[in-house]
C-alpha cells in the first residue's frame, strides 16, 4: 500500500490512518472541511457590527452559522431587524421561531406586539395568543376579541391599531 502525505504535517503515512501519527489532524488525508452553506457580512459596521450579516449552513468545526448584524439573516439570527427561521429580533423579527419586541412568525413571542399562529405579547393576532389584548381563534388575554369571545375593548384597541397603521403605510 502506497504512503501518503499528511495535510497538516507533511509526514509520510497510511492512507487508512483515521488520525496522524505524527500531528493528531484528524482524517489526515482527506479533504479540509469547508462546511457547508453561506456566510456574508457588510464592509459597514455599525457600534462593530456588521450592518447586515447573511449565515445558513455549518462552518468547517460542524457548527452552525449564526447571523449577527444589525439586519440578521438566516437559519439562526440575532439583530435588530431580524429574519430567520429561528431568532431574536430586538426590534422586528421574521420568522418560523421570533422572540423580539415584535414578531412575525409562526411562533411569534413579542414584547409589544406578536402575529403569528402562536403569539404573544401586549397585542397579539393569531390562532392562539396570550396578551394584554387579543385577537384570535382561542387565547387568554385581558381584553379578548374570538368567535366566542367578543370584548368591545378589544375591537377598539385592534381598529385604533389598523388606523395608525394606515396612516404610517399606504394600505
Same mark, same amino acid.
Given at each position: 500500500?502506497?504512503?501518503?502525505?499528511?495535510?497538516?504535517?507533511?509526514?509520510?503515512?497510511?492512507?487508512?490512518?483515521?488520525?496522524?501519527?505524527?500531528?493528531?489532524?484528524?482524517?489526515?488525508?482527506?479533504?479540509?472541511?469547508?462546511?457547508?452553506?453561506?456566510?456574508?457580512?457588510?464592509?459597514?459596521?455599525?457600534?462593530?457590527?456588521?450592518?447586515?450579516?447573511?449565515?445558513?449552513?455549518? +462552518?468547517?468545526?460542524?457548527?452552525?452559522?449564526?447571523?449577527?448584524?444589525?439586519?440578521?439573516?438566516?437559519?439562526?439570527?440575532?439583530?435588530?431587524?431580524?429574519?430567520?427561521?429561528?431568532?431574536?429580533?430586538?426590534?422586528?423579527?421574521?420568522?418560523?421561531?421570533?422572540?423580539?419586541?415584535?414578531?412575525?412568525?409562526?411562533?411569534?413571542?413579542?414584547?409589544?406586539?406578536?402575529?403569528?399562529?402562536?403569539?404573544?405579547?401586549?397585542?397579539?393576532?393569531?390562532?392562539?395568543?396570550?396578551?394584554?389584548?387579543?385577537?384570535?381563534?382561542?387565547?387568554?388575554?385581558?381584553?379578548?376579541?374570538?368567535?366566542?369571545?367578543? +370584548?368591545?375593548?378589544?375591537?377598539?384597541?385592534?381598529?385604533?391599531?389598523?388606523?395608525?397603521?394606515?396612516?404610517?403605510?399606504?394600505?
Amino acid at each position: 500500500m502506497a504512503l501518503i502525505t499528511c495535510r497538516e504535517c507533511g509526514k509520510e503515512i497510511s492512507p487508512a490512518a483515521l488520525a496522524c501519527p505524527y500531528c493528531g489532524a484528524p482524517r489526515p488525508g482527506g479533504q479540509v472541511r469547508r462546511g457547508t452553506g453561506f456566510e456574508w457580512r457588510s464592509s459597514q459596521t455599525v457600534l462593530g457590527c456588521p450592518l447586515v450579516h447573511v449565515a445558513f449552513g455549518k +462552518d468547517a468545526r460542524g457548527k452552525w452559522r449564526v447571523a449577527k448584524g444589525v439586519i440578521a439573516i438566516g437559519q439562526f439570527a440575532v439583530g435588530l431587524i431580524t429574519v430567520a427561521q429561528f431568532g431574536v429580533g430586538f426590534l422586528f423579527g421574521l420568522g418560523q421561531f421570533m422572540v423580539g419586541y415584535t414578531a412575525l412568525a409562526q411562533v411569534a413571542l413579542g414584547f409589544y406586539l406578536g402575529v403569528g399562529q402562536f403569539a404573544t405579547g401586549y397585542a397579539a393576532i393569531g390562532q392562539v395568543v396570550v396578551a394584554h389584548y387579543g385577537l384570535a381563534q382561542a387565547g387568554w388575554a385581558s381584553h379578548l376579541w374570538t368567535p366566542g369571545h367578543r +370584548d368591545p375593548e378589544a375591537l377598539a384597541y385592534f381598529r385604533q391599531f389598523l388606523e395608525t397603521l394606515r396612516f404610517y403605510l399606504p394600505i
